[in-house]
């Protein structure tokens, strides 16, 4: 992690992992205050309804989820996005082979 104010390659960043079967991660640049992950679903994944301390913005990249928070379901597709605030339970599942890009301020210690 760097706090010099310098913008690194995603590959000088990259450290890649398979948190959980169906789920590839890729962490990529992050300071103190913010990161950029890339994480990958095999269609069928679904990941556990859970909350995190940081605010998180979701965009997908590619394929289709379904994210759910707060009671509601959406179906989210390439080029949509969803902010979800820190403490806010949700979880979602692949509707299709996924990519989605997260951004999550502040850092995810247990990501790094």
Do not use: C
Not at 10 to 22: I, K, L, M, N, Q
């Amino acid at each position: 992690m760097s706090e010099s104010g310098v913008a690194y390659k995603a590959s000088d960043a990259g450290t890649v992992t398979r948190p959980e079967p169906g789920m590839v991660r890729e962490v990529l640049a992050y300071n103190s205050r913010l990161m950029l992950v890339r994480h990958r679903f095999e269609k069928g994944w679904s990941g556990a309804l859970h909350s995190h301390r940081h605010d998180q913005l979701v965009y997908i990249v590619r394929g289709h989820i379904r994210f759910e928070a707060e009671g509601k379901s959406l179906e989210l597709r390439a080029g949509d996005s969803v902010v979800v605030s820190g403490g806010v339970g949700h979880q979602a599942s692949a509707l299709e082979e996924s990519e989605v890009v997260d951004v999550f301020t502040p850092y995810r210690e247990d990501y790094a």
